[in-house]
């Protein structure tokens, strides 16, 4: 495979220049798949503007959909992000685990709902009328539903451009289950 190099500040267009700084102010760095999209004049802008869209959902409830989006996708470097920010957001080692798992012992409605994502990720979109019904009983409606597909949207956008790419994981490596 091609080695995907990894653009610089200096090697990107003004506009994602500004969008690398706007990175580096929140979160220290821009992180390689981030940068990877800025190899487009219009990728990077796009999707952190999809991303960081409103929602009905939760940050924990983003990050049971990120987390089993990627785990789905084998998606290393989603699952290493991931299981960095799920821990900002209060979840342990061992619910991420759990989380990837699809088995939530802590929380049956993130369990639904991490049940739903994992049906709709590995069934193309066409979770079982099951899974939909048991997230409506755990308290979803269809507003919630439309934001989860976004949401299922979004990390297989990162998840498929990390698997093009095979860029380095600059996050602590998530474990292996």
Same mark, same amino acid.
């Given at each position: ?51 960081? @869209?409103? $929602?009905?959902?939760?940050?924990? !409830?983003?990050?049971? /959909? +990120? #987390? ?7 998606? *290393? ?12 957001? @209060?979840? $342990?080692?061992?619910?991420?685990? !759990?989380?990837?798992? /699809? +088995? #939530? ?7 639904? *709902? ?64």
């Amino acid at each position: 495979m091609k080695t995907f190099q990894i653009p610089t500040r200096e090697q990107v267009s003004p506009a994602n220049q500004g969008l690398f700084d706007n990175l580096t102010k929140m979160a220290g760095s821009v992180p390689n798949l981030f940068a990877a999209f800025a190899k487009s004049e219009t990728a990077l802008g796009n999707y952190l503007t999809l991303g960081g @869209g409103k $929602t009905s959902l939760r940050a924990k !409830e983003k990050e049971v /959909v +990120n #987390l089993v989006v990627s785990q789905v996708n084998k998606c *290393l470097y989603c699952l290493s992000a991931h299981t960095a920010i799920g821990k900002m957001n @209060g979840f $342990t080692d061992e619910q991420i685990i !759990e989380i990837r798992k /699809v +088995n #939530l012992t802590f929380d049956p409605k993130l369990n639904a *709902l991490a049940r739903l994502v994992k049906g709709i990720a590995e069934n193309q979109g066409h979770a079982s009328e099951e899974l939909i019904e048991d997230f409506y009983a755990a308290g979803y409606d269809e507003g919630n539903l439309v934001d989860v597909v976004v949401a299922v949207g979004d990390k297989i956008i990162t998840n498929y451009l990390y698997a093009l790419t095979a860029v380095p994981i600059d996050f602590p490596i998530a474990p292996e289950l």
